[in-house]
Structures are given as structure tokens and as C-alpha cells.
């Protein structure tokens, strides 16, 4: 399939594989994929979550194998099929399927919230649905997969118990994270390391409004910090970022990208596009630094504000 569209960063554009578990159409973003190989043969872990089909190793690397037809309460998959291989959240994970379709380039602004069509079990772990020819294609949430498997996997709050007591701060943050469950966890870890000042948003295009109509009333002081999630419907964070930093009003304010999508194919492209951190979601401990360095914000070391 051919992606020149997509090697242009900040389309608000996505590939999405589509794949079938019996007759259900599913969805995954390409960017979240190293391979996808043949069925193997896998090592079943002793005590592990039912959804746990075993862990193998291509190449001597282990993954743990994910049976993609338990997490959506349809059985238990049988050996055969596919295993699809990706890499979020600094890990390596497979997870079985039984066939694939192909490769759909869509907007993010055409991916729709799952609704009453779903099952509660496909509900519980979509992001979006996309419409294509005569079919639903049902996009999951292949971070809340794993986390609900492993929560050890989510965000890492405890790295904020390394950094101590901290001052009250009203320094203006901007978030856009689509996960409600995510979007609670960082404004409360935020809140926690002091910055009692976020407006947080559930897509891009809330945040961008929300930032021009700052600009607009000559009010930017409003706003000194964004973070942004990658994948997310409507808008998605690499084209907010390109809109931020393309406008000479806006483009002196510090983004941060907060994704679970931070590889090294990612990361060019969040350089490209001028994002001035990027970071791992587990990494939230780090977050909260890197926000204290862009806005210049430092403790005392009676955690009182410098």
C-alpha cells in the first residue's frame, strides 16, 4: 500500500489494518505494528489472565501472545490464524486474529465514538468506528487491552512519589487526551505535582479551539504548556502540533507529546513537526519534569516554588 500522504506529517491522517475475528471487522492503527507473522506455537505461562494465550520468541525476543477473541468475550481462538506483532508503551506484544483484509487510509475526523451498534464487551475497548464500503470497521483500544490484562503496564503514578512535595503552581496547562480514564489520571497526577491549572480536552480540535480563542482575545498568557496524545478522533496530535507551531502567534508555546506511540518512527515525526518533548504514557513521573523545565518552574528545596 502506498503512504506518501501519510510521510507528510500532520494531515490528520491515519492507516488503519483491518482484520476479522470470525465475521467482526476490527481495526488498528499501522504505526502500532512491527510485523505480522504466521501462527506459532506458544509456551503457556502458569497462573497468567485467561486472555493469555503464552509467550514465544522469534528472533530470540519474547512476546507474550494475546488472544484478541477472549479480550472481546467470543471464546477462546484455537491454534491458526495470525499473529498481529506491536510495539506501544515500550512493549512488544502480539495479539491473535484470524485473518486480515488490508490497509484503509483514513481522516481522524471520520473515525465515529462507538455507540449502541457494538457489544458492550467491543464498547469497553473501542476508540472509534470507521464506516467503510458496506461495513463497520470496529477501532480497539489496544492500550486498554494490555492495561486491563496488566495495569502495571498504564501510567506509571508511583514515579510521582519520587519527586517529593511540591508548591502550588496556577500555571496554565492545555491537555488533549481523548481517554476519559487517561485523560482523569494525568489531570490528577498533574494536580498531585502541583499544577492546579489544566484545562484538559478530549480531542484536538477542543484543544485548538480553545487556543484560538486565546489568540483571539489576546489572552495566550492563558496558555504556557500543551500535551498531546497522538491518536485521537476528530483531530489527532500530530496535527495539532503542526497548527500550533506553523502559526507565528502560537508557536513559542512549549507541546509536549504524551503518547503511548513514541517509537522511533513517531518521535522523527513529532521532531519534524517542531513538538518540543516526546514521551512514553507510563512515563509520567518524567512528564511532570520536563513541564517544570519548559515553563521554568523549579522547587526549593522546602518544595517551595523558585
Not at 492563558?222 to 491518536?231: A, G, H, M, R, S
Request: charged share 25%; aromatic share 4%; with cysteine.
Amino acid at each position: 500500500m502506498e503512504s506518501k500522504i501519510l510521510l507528510e506529517n500532520g494531515t490528520n491522517e491515519l492507516e488503519v489494518l483491518e482484520f476479522k475475528i470470525d465475521d467482526h471487522c476490527y481495526g488498528i492503527n499501522v504505526a502500532k505494528i512491527k510485523e505480522i507473522i504466521n501462527y506459532q506455537d506458544v509456551t503457556p505461562v502458569p497462573n497468567a489472565h485467561p486472555s493469555i494465550e503464552g509467550i514465544f520468541m522469534p528472533r530470540d525476543t519474547m512476546i507474550t501472545a494475546i488472544d484478541l477473541r477472549n479480550c472481546l468475550q467470543r471464546g477462546t481462538s484455537k491454534p491458526g490464524g495470525l499473529f498481529i506483532v506491536t510495539n506501544f508503551n515500550k512493549l512488544d506484544i502480539a495479539f491473535h486474529v484470524d485473518s486480515v483484509v488490508g490497509i484503509h487510509r483514513v481522516s481522524w475526523a471520520d473515525i465515529i465514538k462507538p455507540n449502541a451498534t457494538i457489544s458492550k464487551a467491543e464498547e469497553s475497548i473501542s476508540t472509534g468506528i470507521i464506516k467503510y464500503d458496506d461495513r463497520l470497521i470496529i477501532i480497539l483500544d489496544f492500550e486498554k487491552i494490555v492495561a486491563d490484562i496488566n495495569p502495571n503496564t498504564g501510567l506509571n503514578v508511583d514515579q510521582l512519589k519520587e519527586i517529593g512535595p511540591r508548591s502550588r503552581t496556577d500555571v496554565p496547562i492545555v491537555l488533549a487526551e481523548d481517554s476519559q480514564l487517561l485523560n482523569k489520571l494525568i489531570v490528577d497526577s498533574l494536580n498531585k505535582a502541583g499544577y492546579n491549572n489544566v484545562r484538559h480536552f478530549e480531542n484536538g480540535k477542543l484543544a485548538y479551539d480553545y487556543i484560538q480563542n486565546l489568540k483571539k482575545r489576546g489572552q495566550l498568557e492563558q496558555c504556557k504548556c500543551i500535551i498531546t496524545d497522538i491518536e485521537m478522533p476528530i483531530m489527532d496530535g500530530h496535527r495539532l502540533t503542526k497548527l500550533i507551531k506553523t502559526d507565528d502567534a502560537t508557536k513559542e508555546i512549549p507541546l509536549v507529546i504524551f503518547s503511548s506511540l513514541v517509537n522511533e518512527e513517531m518521535r522523527r515525526k513529532g521532531e519534524q513537526l517542531g513538538a518540543n518533548k516526546q514521551l512514553s504514557k507510563p512515563e509520567i513521573g518524567n512528564l511532570v519534569q520536563t513541564i517544570d523545565d519548559l515553563v521554568n518552574v523549579k522547587e526549593r528545596p522546602g518544595g517551595g516554588e523558585g
